[in-house]
């Protein structure tokens, strides 16, 4: 599986934007990339995700770079229940692949 | 439609004896992931099923440790012989194809005393 790189930890303050990134030079080109988020004392939770363009849903927005070797999710304006690991999996559309989770970045949210 | 359930939610055994974790997928779903969380850990891949058969158990340690998907009823993943390590959260995820986004339940947090 191609490896993500993200920092190990970052801060936000509430109803501010954040914009978590995700390294990925090693993608190839079937190669999904996947945003889920674990909240405090519960299992993941899924995201967003997308392949080439940029993709907005209810929960976030997803800017892959043009050469994809990176991505950025962005939380429009953090709320204390953000608070959260975010991990970014690059995923091929193949039958059969398993979801690698990497360490995540560990978002903090201040009031 | 309800979520992926696992039960139990919490689990104590004493070390060397077996322990069985369950989870229902979601309905319609038929490709369920086991995962193990150590404290303050990521989370590591253990094995990937789809009905009746075993599609990647690349995870699984090679010993006491199995997992299984009936055609009818939850998956299950089983520990023999418990030890101390083996205290972990344990999720499972579903989803309707092998390519598709997970749907993860609570988790089942294993306490080996």
């Known amino acids: 599986d191609a490896k993500t790189t993200q920092p190990n930890s970052m801060e936000s303050n509430e109803e501010e934007p954040v914009h978590l990134p995700c390294n990925h030079s090693?993608?190839?080109?079937?190669?999904?990339i996947h945003w889920y988020r674990q909240l405090p004392s519960q299992g993941p939770e899924y995201v967003i995700h997308?392949?080439?363009s940029n993709v907005n849903n209810r929960m976030a927005s997803l800017a892959i770079a043009e050469d994809r070797k990176s991505s950025t999710l962005i939380l429009h304006r953090a709320t204390l229940r953000d608070a959260a690991v975010y991990y970014c999996?690059?995923?091929?559309?193949?039958?059969?692949?398993?979801?690698?989770f990497g360490p995540g970045t560990r978002l903090s949210v201040l009031p | 439609n309800a979520g992926v359930m696992q039960n139990p939610r919490h689990l104590v055994r004493r070390r060397g004896q077996e322990a069985r974790l369950r989870c229902s997928p979601m309905?319609?779903?038929?490709?369920v992931y086991w995962y193990r969380q150590l404290p303050e850990e990521g989370l590591k891949f253990m094995v990937y099923?789809?009905?009746?058969?075993?599609?990647?158990e690349s995870g699984m340690p090679k010993e006491r440790f199995s997992a299984e998907f009936p055609k009818e009823g939850p998956s299950i993943l089983r520990i023999q012989q418990v030890v101390r390590g083996d205290s972990a959260a344990y999720f499972c995820?579903?989803?309707?194809?092998?390519?598709?986004?997970?749907?993860f339940g609570s988790g089942t947090q294993l306490s080996v005393l």
């Open positions: 995820a579903s989803s309707p194809t092998g390519n598709e986004k997970l749907f």
């Open positions: 090693t993608i190839s080109g079937t190669d999904y």
């Open positions: 997308g392949l080439t």
């Open positions: 999996i690059l995923r091929r559309d193949n039958y059969g692949q398993n979801f690698v």
């Open positions: 309905k319609g779903h038929s490709h």
């Open positions: 099923l789809q009905k009746e058969n075993i599609i990647d």
